[in-house]
């Protein structure tokens, strides 16, 4: 039978409808209805300049949203040719890393709150609301924080709120290690997790899964490699599992935020004098860039002439991994609750992937008419 | 007697259901971020399930999409009495950045259904919805609950 699951329902957090074709509670294939949450973001930046762009950018996601403004602003700044200051560039990691904390510990904290383990919820959003104190210290907002522009940053930070963020990290690091071996080494959490929802490496490439799920997979890249600020005075390692199941997403995750405290800690002890923003006029001309999310990797590829955005296309991770999901993880799923916790452990993100294209019966595609768009 | 005892029960007994009819997820998780320790919504007896037809009170984060046209009606007729609303966070007050010229959104939330309590902000800090669904809800679902018997 066909079970309905959404678009309001008590185990999701955003609208979906989630169709699973069950055989009594075992799971055999689901399919996926999109097209809750779309605004037209991307309609509504054509013929915008980028200082009206970045809030629209900002707004594609509320979870991740500090990367959207990075790679909108990063986008700008290969059209110009230019590279933002060095210090602006030390800031954007530091922020960047310290959202990426926020956005894995909330979506752990979904994926036990899925299997019913309300304790680990709990202390993973005991263990969030600090770095969002950091968050708010430095950008002077929880979650959309207008701290990007092309050519810099807006802000400058003092050494004060720099010691502080130094503080929260060594606070989490130290509680850390605890929680992780609650999840690591707990029976029942184990239990739920080991060897379900399992995908291979190839199922992995084949779905273009990216990000923490292409991780737990065995795919062992990262765009931050490339990155280079990253590339050039920062030292990452890579974190992959070869599982490919809830347990290996979920522990890919936690390992990843050790990581980012690693950076965070180098960023503050490395930061490098100098100014946060410089001017960069923008040429006409086409650019893209890509960027590593804490969900995957996001794409922009922007179009201008010179003042105005002409066209722009955003690439959001999630899209990718919940037709992961949907394809590949739900084959061999003992329960319908399984199923549930599955979906969870792929930290979908519904906002960021709503686009809409028309197909007609002929198979001819069209763009969608915009219904508060004035007819020409 | 018995409408006192059911006065004080209620009001400490508030379920709450989140409608995200086209936000950009900012909103929604400030309402988790209520569930943590820090802010522990139950300790004044909220209990988020997101389950419309338990609900007491309604969340609405989002400008209103094509989608949610129609579908938002429904849901509000499903939700039993009393029917509070509390729309959080510039969008369905406005639409914020999106209520512009060729998006799809339908902004203003309360074109489509009646709304008791608004919370500005993009989005507002957990503290203030938090205050938003204190300042409705214990209320209005005593003094209500008191008309239907």
């Keep these: 039978m066909i079970l309905p699951i959404g678009p309001i329902h008590p185990s999701l957090k955003e609208p979906l409808r989630l169709k699973l074709k069950t055989q009594g509670e075992k799971v055999l294939s689901a399919e996926i209805d999109y097209g809750y949450v779309h605004r037209g973001i991307e309609r509504i930046m054509k013929g915008k300049t980028w200082q009206k762009g970045i809030y629209l950018s900002e707004r594609v996601c509320g979870i991740c949203s500090y990367i959207h403004t990075q790679t909108f602003a990063e986008t700008f700044e290969s059209i110009a040719g230019e590279r933002a200051p060095l210090r602006a560039q030390f800031l954007r990691v530091l922020t960047n890393e310290l959202d990426r904390i926020q956005s894995h510990l909330l979506a752990n904290s979904t994926y036990f709150k899925a299997i019913e383990h309300e304790t680990l919820f709990m202390y993973m959003l005991y263990l969030r609301e600090p770095v969002m104190d950091a968050i708010e210290l430095l950008t002077g907002n929880r979650v959309n924080m207008g701290w990007n522009v092309v050519g810099g940053v807006r802000m400058d930070v003092k050494q004060v709120h720099l010691d502080s963020i130094m503080k929260i990290m060594l606070k989490l690091e130290s509680e850390y290690d605890r929680y992780v071996e609650m999840f690591e080494k707990g029976p029942l959490v184990g239990l739920r997790s080991h060897d379900v929802g399992k995908m291979t490496r190839d199922e992995a490439i084949k779905a273009r899964a990216v990000g923490p799920i292409g991780r737990a997979s065995g795919l062992e890249n990262d765009l931050r490699e490339n990155h280079h600020t990253y590339k050039d005075h920062l030292d990452l390692k890579v974190i992959w599992r070869k599982e490919g199941d809830n347990f290996a997403r979920n522990m890919n995750r936690f390992d990843e935020i050790t990581q980012s405290i690693n950076l965070i800690k180098q960023v503050i002890e490395n930061l490098p004098e100098g100014d946060i923003r410089k001017k960069i006029d923008i040429p006409a001309g086409y650019g893209d860039w890509r960027n590593e999310a804490p969900r995957g990797e996001v794409t922009y590829t922007i179009e201008t002439n010179g003042n105005l955005i002409k066209n722009i296309s955003i690439r959001t991770p999630s899209i990718m991994n919940i037709d992961a999901c949907a394809k590949y993880m739900f084959n061999d799923v003992a329960t319908v609750s399984d199923a549930i916790a599955t979906y969870a452990s792929v930290d979908p993100c519904i906002a960021c992937t709503e686009r809409v294209v028309i197909v007609d019966e002929s198979g001819k595609t069209r763009e969608f008419d915009y219904p508060n768009y004035p007819k020409i | ?149």
């Design chain 2, 1 to 149: 007697m018995l409408d006192a005892l059911k006065d004080v029960i209620r009001k400490s007994s508030i379920h709450v259901c989140l409608i995200n009819t086209g936000g950009c997820n900012g909103c929604d998780i400030e309402v988790v971020a209520l569930l943590s320790p820090r802010y522990d919504l139950e300790q004044y007896g909220i209990y988020v399930h997101n389950n419309p037809r338990e609900a007491d009170v309604v969340l609405v984060v989002g400008a209103v999409t094509e989608q949610w046209r129609e579908k938002l009606q429904r849901i509000y007729a499903k939700v039993p009495e009393p029917k509070i609303v509390v729309a959080i966070g510039n969008c369905p007050l406005s639409g914020d950045v999106f209520n512009q010229e060729g998006s799809s959104v339908y902004a203003p939330v309360s074109d489509f259904i009646p709304v008791d309590a608004e919370v500005s902000g993009c989005p507002p800090r957990p503290s203030e919805i938090l205050a938003a669904i204190l300042s409705v809800g214990p209320d209005a679902i005593a003094a209500r609950g008191r008309q239907k018997l």
